[in-house]
T-cell receptor, first 114, second 112 residues
Framework: EAQVTQNPRYLITVTGKKLTVTCSQN?????MSWYRQDPGLGLRQIYYSMNVEVTDKGDVPEGYKVSRKEKRNFPLILESPSPNQTSLYFC?????????????FGQGTRLTVV | GQQLNQSPQSMFIQEGEDVSMNCTSSSIFNTWLWYKQDPGEGPVLLIA?????ELTSNGRLTAQFGITRKDSFLNISASIPSDVGIYFCAGRTNNAGNMLTFGGGTRLMVKP
């Protein structure tokens, strides 16, 4: 089954304790990205990657890191989480190019930083 | 970054009523998309629009890509309880990454 898998689905952590949210896709997609969802703001892009070893900042990258060592994985790293990073996070993937295949989203990771 | 203004923010309607929501932007987009998000799930694509002026239907859903490329609307006819959720518009330019700018969402509630 084609899917984007995020782990964990829920996480409560303390300020300053490094964490990683994993994202894996089994569709051999080139593009992957991370979004955060906050009430009234929709989804805002944090980082994206157009292929292995190619990453770039989205609209709200501060406080986050990513890596793309393999095509299928795109982990999101919070080196020193703060309460304003409490949010719902989504990973998405998409094949290269235009056409009728759009971004495919994971089920989300709800992060609370206390 | 770019901004998409989506309205209304929420709607509470009676089952069987028609629904209309829209998105506007100060920037031009080459693609408009409409997603629905159910509680506890990620957004799922409903309709994709690739040409200015395009009108596309998917069952009871109809969406249009505005002729100016700065707006889009989504209509749902004869709403049913399972239409409940948050609807997002999203626009894409042909920039690096081909990634999406989202509207703030419309929360739809349907009273049986």
């Amino acid at each position: 089954e084609a899917q984007v898998t995020q782990n964990p689905r829920y996480l409560i952590t303390v300020t300053g304790k490094k964490l990683t949210v994993t994202c894996s896709q089994n569709m051999n997609h080139e593009y992957m990205s991370w979004y955060r969802q906050d009430p009234g703001l929709g989804l805002r892009q944090i980082y994206y990657s157009m292929n292995v070893e190619v990453t770039d900042k989205g609209d709200v990258p501060e406080g986050y890191k990513v890596s793309r060592k393999e095509k299928r994985n795109f982990p999101l790293i919070l080196e020193s989480p703060s309460p304003n990073q409490t949010s719902l996070y989504f990973c998405a993937s998409k094949p290269r190019g235009q056409g009728n295949t759009e971004a495919f989203f994971g089920q989300g990771t709800r992060l609370t930083v206390v | 970054g770019q901004q998409l203004n989506q309205s209304p923010q929420s709607m509470f309607i009676q089952e069987g009523e028609d629904v209309s929501m829209n998105c506007t932007s100060s920037s031009i987009f080459n693609t408009w998309l409409w997603y629905k998000q159910d509680p506890g799930e990620g957004p799922v694509l409903l309709i994709a629009l690739y040409k200015a002026g395009e009108l596309t239907s998917n069952g009871r859903l109809t969406a249009q890509f505005g002729i100016t490329r700065k707006d889009s609307f989504l209509n749902i006819s004869a709403s049913i309880p399972s239409d409940v959720g948050i609807y997002f518009c999203a626009g894409r330019t042909n920039n690096a990454g081909n990634m999406l700018t989202f509207g703030g969402g419309t929360r739809l509630m349907v009273k049986p």
